[in-house]
């Protein structure tokens, strides 16, 4: 069964400062997706960014970076120059085929950006 | 558009009693899904929906039905309400299997 595990239940950042939140994974599968979900205290789920592991290059959205080590099932997101708009819980989550099955999410880690 | 939307926001339920959560998308999206998010969780799927008349179990769809009649709408049901589904109830819907699922603000249930 496929796993998602995110080993920081909180982090902390000042703002302008850069933060990476940690998640690794477990499958099987040479083919999948990878993403980082957003859900501020407004509880809306937003997707910040996604990988398809069939690419070596790593994801980018403006501040958001990732990190994937296929190898090692690693998928980190780095936020830089972190905005007190960030503050939030992100989820890391794991698709695998046939794609209509479900998102596997990982526990969370609570993001806090102080000024 | 509107997106994802769900009522209602909140509801407070009894043991046994039953409800129905609504959900409707406006984007024309062919694949819906419920998930339940329970404290310090990530979500988990209780049903999907690949296109109107046909649904299948998620991870989690035990006292739970679900139907889809229309493209739009993908109602939640819950008979006799247990205490053990007191959850933040996602709804999410996405443009064929390998689409961005967007997600609905969410209900708060609490079963007392």
């Known amino acids: 069964a496929q796993t998602v595990t995110q080993s920081q239940p909180e982090m902390s950042v000042q703002e302008a400062e850069t933060v990476t939140l940690s998640c690794t994974y477990d499958?099987?599968?040479?083919?999948?997706?990878l993403f980082w979900y957003k859900q501020p205290p407004s509880r809306q789920m937003i997707l910040v960014i996604r990988?398809?592991?069939?690419?070596?290059q790593n994801a980018t959205e403006n501040r958001f970076s990732v990190n994937f080590q296929k190898a090692a099932k690693s998928f980190s997101l780095k936020i830089s120059d972190s905005q007190l708009g960030d503050t939030a819980m992100y989820f890391c989550?794991?698709?695998?085929?046939?794609?209509?099955?479900?998102?596997?999410f990982g526990t969370g880690t609570r993001l806090q950006v102080f000024p | 558009n509107a997106g994802v939307t769900q009522t209602p926001k909140f509801r407070i339920l009894k043991i046994g009693q039953s409800m129905t959560l609504q959900c409707t998308q406006d984007?024309?999206?062919?694949?819906m899904y419920w998930y339940r998010q329970d404290p310090g969780m990530g979500l988990k799927l209780i049903y999907y929906?690949?296109?109107?008349?046909?649904?299948d179990k998620g991870e989690v769809p035990n006292g739970y039905n679900v139907s889809r009649s229309t493209t739009e709408d993908f109602p939640l049901r819950l008979e006799l309400a247990a205490p053990s589904q007191t959850s933040v109830y996602f709804c999410?819907?996405?443009?064929?299997?390998?689409?961005?699922?967007?997600f609905g603000p969410g209900t708060r249930l609490t079963v007392l």
């Open positions: 984007m024309n999206h062919n694949y």
């Open positions: 990988q398809e592991a069939y690419k070596q």
């Open positions: 499958t099987s599968e040479s083919n999948y997706y």
């Open positions: 999410a819907s996405s443009y064929g299997q390998e689409g961005e699922q967007f």
């Open positions: 989550a794991f698709m695998k085929p046939p794609w209509s099955d479900k998102l596997i």
């Open positions: 929906s690949v296109g109107a008349g046909i649904t």
